[in-house]
């Protein structure tokens, strides 16, 4: 049995209305819901007008000279050509990498430039490496404001040829090394109100691509990670640190898929690539996908139905391995013993060594392990 008493509007009220929510007033939920939308249309006109401003006259660029920059992957390739540039603006560079030798080698580069770079060995897949070693770096250098997350690996193989631990270093490279990296600087950057996360994803978080399904769904995540963030940080009011996502097309020269067989599209010169990164840091671009015209193909794959993806897709990109390790026998468990996994004797396991400028070192092959 329920008892029945009236509220204040001298409606009925039940017992076992207990717990419910008030009714909306429809009429008030109507005006906010009216209100909110033609705020929500003022403020984009706002945005967009601006943009039309900036598109013509240039976009106002911040100096980074007085920051301090920390390029995750600074051993070769992107990493050390946004090194470079930096340490010539005068930014104070960090790198970490797990190959000492290219750390050796980007620090010689930018020092013998005048520039200011200190290397550390970290294993970014490692959540207390990271920790510890941004500890450190606060010790040695001071507090990052600039922080790329560029390093990257890729395993190249249709996805059952491709083992666990391969998959698992895929994500935890390109994409769970984020939070740990971010975690690990973001209080600070909010705390200052200044700071700079700068995800460097792929087209490859945008499409899908065969022999790159690890590669793919974690670029997919890492450009998710960005844009949550961004949209998190803007909830939160935090106006100073800034967000930015880069999407680059296959990239020459950098060892990671110089054998892609691509077409249609150019491969892009990692020069170029690093220059375009640099002004997309320098303008708080959100989201920089290079080349600028991939966007308008990317706004249709929402458009067509999925077979033409398909089709436009296997002739963009025939193959994104061609020289992928065969695989012997895959092991759907994780396994120490490398053994598992044999090398075709006609792959060339030198891991673009010779086509190099000064952007790769010579990295070690170790059979199941090979990245591209
Ligand atoms: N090369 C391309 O075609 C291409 C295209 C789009 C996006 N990208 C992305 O650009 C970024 C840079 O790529 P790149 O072409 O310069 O590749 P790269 O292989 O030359 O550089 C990657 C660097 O990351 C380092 N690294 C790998 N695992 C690490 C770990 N666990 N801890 C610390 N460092 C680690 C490597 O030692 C290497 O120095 C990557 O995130 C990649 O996915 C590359």
């Known amino acids: 049995m329920t008892s029945q008493v009236m509220n204040g509007n001298g409606k009925a009220f039940h017992d076992s209305d207990v717990g419910k929510p008030p009714e909306p007033n429809f009429a ?5 819901t009216v209100l909110d939308f033609i705020l929500f249309i003022s403020v984009s006109i706002g945005y967009i007008l601006q943009d039309l401003y900036y598109m013509a006259l240039g976009y106002p660029e911040k100096d980074l000279k007085n920051d301090i920059a920390l390029v995750t ?10 090194a470079t540039r930096l340490s010539k603006m005068g930014t104070k560079v960090v790198i970490w990498d797990i190959n000492q030798q290219g750390i ?7 020092q013998s430039t005048g520039g200011y770079c200190k290397g550390y060995v970290v294993d970014i897949s490692k959540k207390e490496d990271v920790y510890k070693a941004a500890d450190q770096v606060r010790r040695d250098v001071g507090d990052v404001t600039l922080l790329i997350n560029n390093a990257g690996v890729v395993s190249g193989r249709l996805l059952l040829d491709t083992p666990d631990h391969l998959i698992e270093r895929s994500f935890n490279v390109n994409v769970m090394a984020h939070f740990w990296t971010t975690k690990a600087f973001l209080p600070q950057m909010i705390e200052n109100d200044c700071g700079h996360i700068v995800t460097i994803a792929s087209l490859a978080g945008h499409v899908g691509i065969s022999k790159l399904v690890d590669y793919c769904a974690s670029k997919f995540a890492a450009v998710g990670f960005d844009e949550a963030l961004r949209l998190e940080l803007d909830v939160l ?8 996502c880069i999407c680059p097309y296959f990239i020459g020269a950098t060892g990671m898929f110089d054998d892609v067989n691509a077409r249609w599209v150019p491969i892009l010169k990692a020069e170029d690539v690093a220059d375009r990164i640099i002004k997309a840091i320098k303008t708080n671009e959100k989201v920089a996908v290079i080349p600028g015209y991939i ?10 139905p999925w077979g033409c993806n398909s089709q436009f897709l296997r002739r963009l990109v025939p193959d994104a391995a061609p020289h992928q390790v065969a ?4 092991a759907p468990t994780p396994t120490n013993d490398s ?5 075709n004797p006609n792959t060339d396991i030198s ?4 086509k190099s400028a000064a952007m790769l070192v010579k990295r070690t092959p170790s059979v199941g392990e090979r990245v591209l």
């Not at 992957?73 to 946004?82: E, T």
């Not at 891991?351 to 010779?354: Q, V």
């Open 28 to 32: 008030m939920t109507t005006l906010q």
């Open 73 to 82: 992957g600074g051993g070769s390739g992107i990493g050390r050509l946004l």
């Open 104 to 110: 050796n080698e980007t620090v010689d580069i930018v």
């Open 237 to 244: 009011g935090h106006q100073g640190v800034q967000t930015t």
């Open 295 to 304: 966007k308008i193909l990317l706004s249709l794959k929402w458009v067509f």
């Open 327 to 330: 695989p012997v026998k895959c």
């Open 339 to 343: 053994t598992n996994y044999k090398i």
């Open 351 to 354: 891991n673009g060594i010779g």
